[in-house]
Structures are given as C-alpha cells and as structure tokens.
Nanobody, 119 residues
Framework: VQLVESGGGLVQPGGSLRLSCAAS????????MNWYRQAPGKGRELVAG????????NYADSVKGRFTISRDNAKKSVYLQMNSLEPEDTAVYYC?????????????WGQGTQVTVSS
C-alpha cells in the first residue's frame, strides 16, 4: 500500500500550488480521500475531504474559497489545488485514505509533502 504525495514547494504569498497523491496497493475507489496538514508546533488538521464518488466535499473554514479537492478514480489519484496561498498555509500536507465500510475501518497515510509560503 502506498500513498505518494507530490507538488509541494516554496511559493510566494498569493501564489498557487497543486498537490497530487497517487495511490497503489488498495481499492482506491472504495476510499474517502482527505488532505491533512501539520504546521510546526501544531496538531494535524483536516484541510479537505472528498467521498468515494466525489458527491460530497468538505473544507476547513480557513481554506474555503481558496482550495479545491478533486479525485480521479481511473488514475487512483487525489488532488488539492491551492490558490491565494498565505504564510499560514505553511505546513506538511498529508494524503489520507479512509474506508468506513469495513470493520475495523481501514486507513492509510502518505509520507507528506512540504508547502512553504514565504516572500
């Protein structure tokens, strides 16, 4: 099982980045997908989530209107388009897969990708 994030980097305030997460080794289309982030000295927080078919999407209040989550089940990938980036968005971003349809629930994490917003 692997979740491999890519697309992080250094960007100036107001800029954009697109994170990608490629999944392998499990039935991707059966899993809700989430993006979390963890800033230095802070806990991990949910940024955005998308259900298996994309029928339901949710965002943290802090990123609403700026970030967009999407998925491509054929490519076994989930994306996070981040616009109007702010220094407060600086964090390690993690891809997360969750299947609540099995017991116990099945969950996988990626290794994370660093996003730094700075001038």
């Amino acid at each position: 099982v692997q979740l491999v994030e890519s697309g992080g980097g250094l960007v100036q305030p107001g800029g954009s980045l697109r994170l990608s997460c490629a999944a392998s080794g499990f039935s991707f289309s059966a899993y809700d997908m989430n993006w979390y982030r963890q800033a230095p000295g802070k806990g991990r927080e949910l940024v955005a989530g998308i259900t298996t078919t994309g029928s339901s999407i949710n965002y943290a209040d802090s990123v609403k209107g700026r970030f967009t989550i999407s998925r491509d089940n054929a490519k076994k990938s989930v994306y996070l388009q981040m616009n109007s980036l702010e220094p407060e968005d600086t964090a390690v971003y993690y891809c997360h897969a969750l299947n609540r349809g099995v017991f116990p629930p099945s969950s996988y994490w990626g290794q994370g990708t660093q996003v730094t917003v700075s001038s």
